[in-house]
């Protein structure tokens, strides 16, 4: 496989991966949001093997494996899981005004495309380009966040926004150290289970994990 | 080798265009009742649907206008002249150059105007809300539609649908994230444009979700026969249009009757494969509500924004 190639390859996982968010932007079902992030880790995954073949540094493909494994098979598993325990798998969540929502996703990714423009000239990199689509990532993961009001889909928003770092890093400066990479990972994981944890705390005081209920919580005057 | 005139090459075009289309319409009706268990009335049976309604008498409302009965034909006409600038079997067509794409937008825009105010000419509810409904989706597809588009003409900088087919064939292939992003908004917008099953269904005269047919339920006789049939070449068109812009080769590109003549076994074997795509996407869909509409074309509009985003950030 040529670098040109590589890299041609690469673009369409860095195009998947805007899809995927965009897709998770606007999914309502929580299976889909769960397959929909599995794939979104896939296309990293791989990703993250072009950029290791393209630049020659063999610890990206231990992180690649890193983000196969888990991304794409324990932390869903993980959730999915947990949506079972709080029989919340077959949910609907009610979404309002998707074309705006839409919109705004687009604006972002705009917005990212100006952001990174410097940055691009600057780099030398094959895969400099894809700097835009990680930085539109974390901002879709970000848009997803404030949108939802749903506990289990705010943290896959999260989680779709630490992929977008992940990218980030590995298409800017081919990568951080493999210590930090497997820290980080650490992180995610222990994170999923702390999330588990708390899905059932917020479902036990509130009997629902509408995050809105919060409101409650303020003090009365 | 024989060289044909462009002339002649024209008219052989619009002769495949006005033969094929109930062919293509018959052989996804065949597939489809295929795929469904069902045995089908044959490849041909269009064109008997068509030659019956010819033979019938015209039944016209008291209250019907010119315009209702001008509609037909210039429906007619119209589809058959966008289907002289599509390149179809050959990129020299004399017509190529007089249009470009987004003239056949516009062409297109056209028939759904003139239709929609023959829904509303008698006055019926049904008609009434049928040209509301198809304008309603037009309004969302059209900008859709040209932005798709104008992705496939970034790449080879023209609007010409002829150039546009010679630059994907010449140039030297390149995996590109934004002809992939294109061409899936231009299959959610050709379903919506041809009426195709998530967002209205061609073989229901169900009032509650009908949307073509509402508009021509008053239409009969050779009137319903010159409408339908425009509407079997509008799906052959949109196909052709998807052909010319994503997958060009084949296309004859000098005018020598050979390759004139592989133009067009390749046309045959692409439209034979787009049509089992089609009924994949149709027995595989159910008919949305038409309130989720919007989405679905707005998520069309998406992927076409994102098709020219991905242009000018990944390429």
Redesign the interface.
Known sequence: MSIN?AA??N??M???I??TS?GLL?QRRMYGLLHLFAWQGLFLSISTAIVGYVSGSHHLYISSILTLALKVILIPYILHFLMKQLHIHKEVEQLVN??TI?LI??AL??FS?YLTAPIRELSTLVTR??L??ALATVMLGLLMMITRRHAVTQIIGFLALENGLFFAATSATYGMPLVVELGVALDILIAAFIFGIFFFQIRTTFDSLDVEQMTKLKEED | MIELYPFIIEAIQIVIVLLFAPLFVGWVRMLKCWFQGRTSAGLFQPYRGILKLFHKDVILAENASWLFRFTPYLVFGVTVLAGGIIPIISLTLPFATVADVIAIVALFAIVRFFTALAGMDIGTAFGGMGSSREMMIGSLAEPAMLMAIFTVSLISQTTSLSNMADVVIHKEF??R??M??ALLAFVLISLAETGRIPVDNPATHLELTMIHEAMILEYSGRHLALIEWAGMIKLFLFTTIGIASFFPWGISTSVNLINISAGIIFLILKMGFLGIGLILIETGLAKMRIFRV??FL??A???S??GM??Y????
């Open positions: 190639l041609q390859v673009s369409i860095a195009a998947l805007l899809l965009f606007v998707v074309p839409m996703g687009i990714v705009i495309y380009s894809t835009a689509v | 390149i995996l994230p934004s992939a992003f919007p989405e707005g998520s509009f998406l992927l924004t994102l985003l991905s000018f950030i990944l390429e």
